[in-house]
């Protein structure tokens, strides 16, 4: 049973900056693609940002050159790295590792609170 453990959300201020962290059980990690998804109140779950087993990111246009994703093979964990928080980023934020195998349901983490307010 893969596990997905998320740390590093809290309350910001607007302007601020905040690290998340993911670390998952699954071995071999690096095989795996690795997303960061969010869940503000009353809205559905989208995703903020990507990356591939061999590196490639992906990021929505709304956290595009404020947010940042890296991962370390080496302590199988994921990063997301937010910068210039807004208010609209406020939403539990969701590790998420897609299988190696079709057919099998993504794995979630149980999500971080991250609250942009001055």
């Known amino acids: 049973q893969v596990q997905l453990v998320e740390s590093g959300g809290g309350l910001v201020q607007p302007g601020g900056s905040l690290r998340l962290t993911c670390t998952a059980s699954s071995s071999p990690f690096s095989l795996h693609t690795m997303a960061w998804y969010r869940q503000a109140p009353g809205k559905q779950r989208e995703l903020v940002a990507r990356?591939?087993?061999?590196?490639?990111?992906f990021y929505s246009d709304s956290v595009k050159d404020r947010f940042s994703i890296s991962r370390d093979n080496a302590k199988n964990t994921v990063y997301l790295q937010m910068n210039v928080l807004k208010p609209e980023d406020t939403a539990v934020y969701y590790c998420?590792?897609?299988?190696?195998?079709?057919?099998?349901?993504?794995?979630w983490g149980q999500g971080t609170q991250v609250t942009i307010s001055s």
């Open positions: 990356i591939s087993s061999g590196g490639n990111t």
């Open positions: 998420n590792m897609r299988p190696l195998r079709a057919g099998i349901p993504d794995y």
